[in-house]
């Protein structure tokens, strides 16, 4: 069988050198809450870094791949994307 | 460090680096920046790289670069859920000099090209952020970096930042990228005994293969899966549009190991030990995403530019002639002292004239036209794979029979004249 099939697993696989602070903030809480029935984020990211509890969006920027995806992807615009500080973040070690 | 440049790029992947390398060759004082810990940190790649574009920078590259294999034979899958048909091109004259394209692993391949531009004389400088262009009076005469004290002036800027393109974007070059002009990719490396990957491949030591999976691959939805063979390791993934991916609600991991799982892939892959996985945005908006990339005093190069051609998975090659492009135009400016945008628009025009205009122009329509169009690779596809298993099963039908079950399975005369349209629409957004 194949290893790696959870993206908890596959993410064990990625080398992070995580800031303490985060790059990735949900600008108005409440767009997700009262807005964003699909909250589409926690679909498409590919690292799962949103997810959503109950009445807040978790946002697990440790395990960020730093693609963009959920700036461009949020319906409402409600990411604030930067990089992180320079150095931190993921360090692809071969693709 | 001194606060003044010539110039100052920011992005060490190909198109940056391309860039630097070929200033500083010119004897120009540049600095390259770049945000990873070491070049490749931040780079994401299918993996195929092309030769004559890397060589119009470094001739014979290939003789010191850290590359996987040489690619001899590319094969197209049209995949349905339990089969395929498969085209493929296999010769061996892209096994030998001048060769055609290989397969890399960016991490290493971006920083033997950054060392290569520091032996030219480039100041490279990681870890910092370019967090955005200081402008003064109309006029790009520096970037502001995440470092203490981290303004850095040069009489012209050159954005490689890659596809979110933040920096062109704070310059009103382009507004945010919508869904549909972006592909997210996801990719793992698999670990395989070389021995193993040249028999389940019909490779000799040294010839790689790979292999583009269209159809099922992406249940349906616009998009390819890849495989492709490295030295000893695979690189197996898959891209669709962002747009895709939200329209159908799938979670880009788990289309992956649908890939990864699917009857027609797994045996390719058996056995084998995952090592990395990867996800990065590909720019896929075509022609008519194409930013200003030209303004006073700044240039923009690469994926920050859209400079892909996803109908033939080529991006890397079009970001090194970009960057090799966008410094030819800096040292006729340099020798003239005018970095005005009337003058740096000289690249626009040499981009367009080059094999990058003219086959994003060829293809300007084509990805709109699949993404609005589902039915090729809903309904077209599997209709193949159904004719040709019909045609070929030997059932005690005569052929006739079984042409005639084939048109029947194209459906009513309406359908099949939709059919017709279609094929039609698609050969005039390719041709």
Redesign the interface.
Known sequence: M????T?EE??Y??RF?ADTKSHLHVLDPNICLTKCP?K?CT??C???VYKWEEVRMHVGYEGC?????C???CPY?NIQ???????Y??????? | MPEKFDCIVVGAGPAGTACAYELAKAGVNVLLLE???YP??????G?VLYRKMMEDIIPEFYKEAPLERPIVEQRFMMMDKESAITFSYKGLEWGREPYNNFTV????FDQWFAEKAVEQGVLLV????A?ECIVENGHVVGVR???PDGDIYADVVVLADG??S?LAKQLGFHR????DE?A?A????LKLDKNIIEDRFNLEPNQGCTIEIFGDATKGILGTGFLYTNKD?L?VGVGTL?SG??KH?????ELL?HV??HPMI?PY?QGS?????????IPEGGYHSIPKVAGNGVLVVGDAAQLVNAIHREGSNMAMTSGRLAAETIIMAKSQNDFSESMLDQYRMKLMESFIGQDLKKYKDATHHFERFPQYFEQYIPMLNRAASQMFTVDGASKWEKQQKIWRDLGSTKQKFKLARDMMKAWKVMK
């Open positions: 194949m290893k790696a099939q993206i596959k993410q696989l990625v050198n699909d589409i679909i498409f590919p690292a799962s791949h730093e693609c963009g995806s700036r461009i992807g615009e994307w930067e990089y992180p500080r320079g150095g973040g993921i360090v692809f070690r071969l693709g | 945000r990873g810990e490749g940190a931040k780079n994401v790649m993996g692993l960016r991490a290493k990681c870890e910092t952020v967090v970096t995440d470092r596809v979110n933040l945010e990228w919508r869904p972006v997210l996801t990719m793992e490396i390791t690189s962002l991916l939200i609600k799938i979670k880009p991991y190991e990864k799982n797994r892959i030990e995952p090592v990395e996985y990867l996800a990065h945005l």
